[in-house]
């Protein structure tokens, strides 16, 4: 007798693969949602969810870790240790500062930090340009401008009953400005006709903002100017040193907006 074979059909069994892999894969891209703070302890802030915990208690840890080491070097220390760092090292309100004198660099080191000044300060002037190149260095303009324009009428009564937005043919937002007041018939000419005046104020408030800014790296330019200034006559000095003996006389003390100036000895060549 022959034993009787159950024989599927080919396409059923590839629609039972088929959804089977359709389930799986949309149990991959379920997203978990964390539930939110609950209404009556939403005065407490946002829930914390379990990426902030991972977070903090790193954090935490971190810091349990560094105290403990600390702990432990702090019994571990020798009360009569002496290191000459001790000595030559001190806090000024707080700040940890090494004591450098002159005698302890050497020349090679105040060459290195000059040419490093050299470079930032040809980067800023850079900088500087090109600010000024978009900027065109026009003037900035201030609630109370220190100029005024004077109009004239022909008598009086059309002074008081004059307005001077008229008279210029401009805006009456546009009345302060000391450059680029356009005209009506240039405002209506706009391509993307601005009806909004607050908007003219907005465009002053990001060119002063962008002249603030040119102020300071001009500030930061004129420092490395100083700083320059003050490695070039450091490296001079420790060059002078051990040549005949002359030194060099102090004729003016340096100051943080000056490098000092010395006098040097003339020299004469053999």
Partial sequence: MKAEANFFPRWSCFHYFKMASLR???????????RHQPLERQHLGALEK?????????????????????????????P???????????LKDGIHFEKVGDEELAVGDVVQDLTYITHRRSVERKKIEKLKAQLHILDVEDDNPKNTHILFVDSEKEAKKADPSKIL????????????????NQLAELANNIKDPSLFKKMSYAKSKAYKKLAQRMEREN???????KLEVRKKL??????????????KAGTSTSAPVYEW????KT
Avoid: C, W
């Avoid at 799986?24 to 964390?34: F, G, W």
């Avoid at 379990?50 to 020798?78: M, P, T």
């Avoid at 043919?169 to 009506?184: I, Y």
């Fill in 24 to 34: 799986n894969a949309r149990k991959t891209q379920q997203v978990h949602r964390e």
């Fill in 50 to 78: 379990k990426k902030d915990y991972k977070k903090r208690a790193k954090d935490q840890n971190e810091k349990r870790k560094a105290l403990a080491v600390l702990r432990k070097r702090a019994l571990n220390k020798n």
């Fill in 238 to 251: 420790m060059n002078n040193k051990g040549k005949d003996g002359m030194k060099p006389k102090l004729v």
């Fill in 80 to 90: 009569d240790e002496f290191q000459y760092h001790m000595i030559n090292s001190e």
């Fill in 169 to 184: 043919d401009t805006h009456p937002s546009l009345l302060a400005r000391r450059f680029n007041r356009l005209r009506s």
């Fill in 265 to 268: 000895p003339q020299r004469r």
């Fill in 223 to 229: 420092k490395l100017r100083i700083m320059q200034e």
